[in-house]
């Protein structure tokens, strides 16, 4: 599993330890058995940006405290240079980087987000999370699915989206297909 994986889940180790919460409690918010939210604790499973955000919720710490392993500390605006952002590749389906990591209270979430093509005839996860999605297609042809509606995305499309449906990305034509993703 990737390093970054590995590092969220003993984030959130130590967050359970530090409150005193046991896993089982973590385990029923994020709507899993104990085994799964174990095996996300010790990077042997990806944690999702849905199950993130419950805990970040729940417990009052910023989900980039949990994705990235800083605080935000800038109130007034936040500049993140080209390719300068942190990023965390998940499952090797899809490779985040914030655009707003350091900007504390923000409302949005933005992303830069790449989608490599998969081996095969391999299928993407489907992901849900609380809010809603902007995503607007830079380069590539990305193949959207919410639900069982599969769209196809050039650059210069856009979709927004109530992200609680169950939702995924696929890159097309061999090539990998790169959009900005705003969370709300």
Do not use: W
Request: aromatic letters at 8%; hydrophobic letters at 30%.
């Amino acid at each position: 599993m990737d390093e970054a994986i590995k590092q969220i889940g003993e984030r959130l180790k130590g967050l359970r330890e530090v409150l005193n919460i046991p896993a089982e409690e973590v385990a029923e918010l994020c709507e899993i058995s104990l085994d799964h939210y174990l095996k996300i604790e010790s990077g042997e499973a990806d944690p999702s940006v849905y199950r993130l955000s419950k805990i970040s919720k729940r417990y009052g710490i910023d989900l980039d405290v949990l994705l990235f392993g800083e605080e935000p500390r800038m109130k007034g605006y936040y500049v993140t240079r080209k390719g300068q952002g942190p990023e965390i590749d998940r499952n090797n389906q899809y490779k985040y980087q914030s655009l707003a990591v350091g900007f504390k209270d923000r409302k949005v979430n933005p992303f830069m987000v790449q989608v490599d093509p998969l081996p095969g005839d391999k299928k993407p996860n489907k992901n849900g999370h609380n809010g809603q999605e902007y995503d607007y297609v830079i380069e590539g042809q990305l193949e959207v699915t919410i639900e069982e509606k599969v769209m196809v995305l050039n650059p210069g499309d856009s979709i927004y989206f109530d992200s609680r449906k169950s939702h995924c990305f696929r890159s097309l034509n061999g090539e990998p297909a790169k959009f900005l993703c705003i969370i709300i």
